[in-house]
């Protein structure tokens, strides 16, 4: 894991080599990097590896990779990594009418609901999901 | 202002991050090679084991299921620490970390003037984005700034702001509770009668300066609020470095001995070169067991001093000064347990004294090598490259049975989510 500190910004690049003044000498950019793109805040962006298929329905399947940033606030709709009995889960976070629960995205899996006293315990909210195909 | 911000019972804090069944838990993380407890959480101090108690003695209670030991990931702790910092840049580039789990920030001022309500949000924002609970202490110099973090951790905000006039609560505070006040410094200046912050504070600078030293009366003046300790001022705190590790099984074989002193040299010569200092020589030292059979032998140390030739840095050029000595160390026949090296006399990279005798050439093309080999090992990796005398099968390894993944820093390692 790599700090995102790469700001894309552009750099002067004189081709004086080739002899003949390329139009993209005004400037060029900094290759895409998908830090930049996945990673906001580097200091709270944790990975985790997703197990099992309750959030197949969202496109989260078994081995993804999840970004989990901590610095997001929960809301209602968010996919959140939340610790249930001490164990990490990922499901997404319903608050509707003062009522909190954990839905899952897979009608073979019921919801977590949460008795009167019990805190939700929210790891960080899911901002991304990284697939890999398998490749000869 | 300084802030003083610190992870409470970091290396557990850090355990507590990915594993949530460890939380309200008696949890102690275990020094290198399992050997003793190095970090309580609060439930396991309320059980009374010390500090530095050793694993052995502890073992029933881990048995029973009762208590929870961990070995320590250094990994996951310097992960873990990198991100506290770079959260506490969120709240000013001024920060200056002084170890794993402690910075100072240094800020001008807040708004309203509200440093309690400041570090609230300091504290709440590290426990959000990283998960570590800390606390913190604002003063006007770092000496007091330490002194309102330890009062802080105790109160349930975690906070607390040094009072513009502090001589009622530093009346009250031991002297050796003071940042660097050690426990010899401590018990010579009680017998001074100098007990408390407050006295050592209003001591006579003349006679501070006579029976300790400069620090000694600058600490003194940080207690009356004049900042003495600026910015990185590591020659002003740290006098040595070093590298010391407990083999994981008893060494017996010169080589092996030779060999773990060589990376133990390598790895306190990294620090050296990375703080930009040289040293003008070092201790070595080897710790053995006691024998049983056939008849009884005390165990004990062996230990020597080494000055160099001239203030060095470069790893090649010290284990040629060091391993004519080795052989001098060793006690055939002895099983060894634990090795260290101290390098002592450090000296800042700029302004050095030339010796007569020293070879300024090259010692510049060291100093490149140094850098390249730090850079490569950094990239890589530590241990990536290392001097021939450092061997590539380490047999004698630490152990560590109670490691927890490393869930920040191996792809294959990270926390699992159902």
């Known amino acids: 894991m790599t700090d995102a500190e790469s700001k894309r910004s552009p750099l002067m690049a004189s081709l004086a080599v080739c002899g003949f003044p390329s139009p993209a000498e005004q400037y060029v950019e900094s290759p895409l990097d998908l830090n930049e793109l996945l990673v906001t805040k580097p200091a709270a962006t944790f990975f985790v590896r997703a197990a099992g298929d309750s959030m197949v329905g969202v496109g989260i399947r078994e081995d993804d990779i999840l970004v989990v940033d901590r610095s997001v606030d929960p809301c209602d709709g968010m996919v959140v990594i939340a610790c249930v009995d001490g164990e990490f889960t990922v499901k997404t976070l319903r608050q509707q009418e003062g009522q909190v629960w954990l839905e899952p995205a897979n009608s073979a899996y019921r919801p977590i609901r949460f008795a009167a006293g019990q805190e939700l315990n929210v790891f960080g909210v899911v901002t991304a999901c990284i697939h890999r195909f398998r490749v000869h | 202002m300084i802030g003083l911000v610190d992870g409470n019972n970091f290396y557990v804090s850090c355990e507590r991050v990915f594993d949530p069944k460890l939380e309200g838990k008696p949890v102690a993380v275990l020094s ?3 050997g003793c407890v190095i970090s309580r959480s609060y439930e396991f101090k309320a059980l009374k084991i010390p500090m530095g108690e050793p694993y052995f003695k502890l073992k029933p209670l881990a048995d029973a299921g009762h208590v929870f030991f961990r070995s320590s990931n250094y990994e996951l702790y310097g992960d873990l620490s990198r991100r506290v910092i770079q959260t506490l840049h969120e709240f000013t580039p001024d920060v200056e970390q002084y170890s794993i789990d402690e910075a100072f920030i240094h800020l001008s001022s807040a708004s309203n003037d509200d440093w309690q309500a400041l570090g609230r949000r300091v504290r709440e924002t590290v426990l959000k984005w990283v998960g570590i609970p800390c606390g913190v202490g604002f003063a006007p110099t770092k000496t007091l700034a330490k002194i309102a973090n330890h009062i802080g951790k105790k109160l349930p905000t975690g906070v607390f702001v040094m009072p513009k006039d502090p001589k009622g609560l530093l009346a009250d505070l031991p002297v050796d509770e003071v940042w660097g006040v050690g426990r010899r410094l401590a018990m010579k200046l009680r017998t001074w009668g100098v007990r408390s912050a407050g006295a050592l504070a209003t001591a006579d600078e003349k006679w501070l300066r006579q029976k300790g030293n400069i620090t000694l009366v600058k600490t003194a003046r940080e207690l009356r609020g004049i900042p003495q300790f600026a910015h990185e001022d590591p020659d002003e705190r740290s006098q040595s470095i070093s590298c010391s590790r407990s083999y994981g099984k008893a060494v017996t074989a010169f080589d092996d001995i030779s060999e773990s002193i060589c990376f133990f040299i390598s790895r306190a010569a990294e620090k050296l070169r990375k703080e930009g200092h040289r040293a003008a020589g ?137």
């Open chain 2, 282 to 418: 070092v201790n070595v030292y080897l710790q053995f067991y006691p024998e049983y059979q056939p008849q009884f032998s005390e165990g004990g140390y062996t230990a020597t001093t080494i000055s160099f030739s001239q203030p060095l840095a470069y790893v090649g050029d010290m284990m040629k000064e060091i391993r004519p000595h080795l052989p001098s160390l060793f006690l055939e026949g002895r099983r060894y347990k634990k090795a260290g090296v101290i390098f002592f006399g450090l000296e800042a990279e700029q302004g050095r004294q030339l010796t007569l005798f020293a070879d300024v050439e090259r010692e510049k093309k060291t100093d490149r090598i140094s850098a390249v080999l730090d850079q490569l090992n950094q990239k890589f990796g530590r241990g990536t490259v290392f001097s021939l005398g450092e061997g590539i099968e380490r047999g004698w390894a630490m152990k560590r049975d109670f490691l927890s993944p490393h869930y920040t820093t191996k792809w294959d390692e990270l926390p699992r989510a159902h």
């Open chain 2, 32 to 34: 290198n090679n399992d």
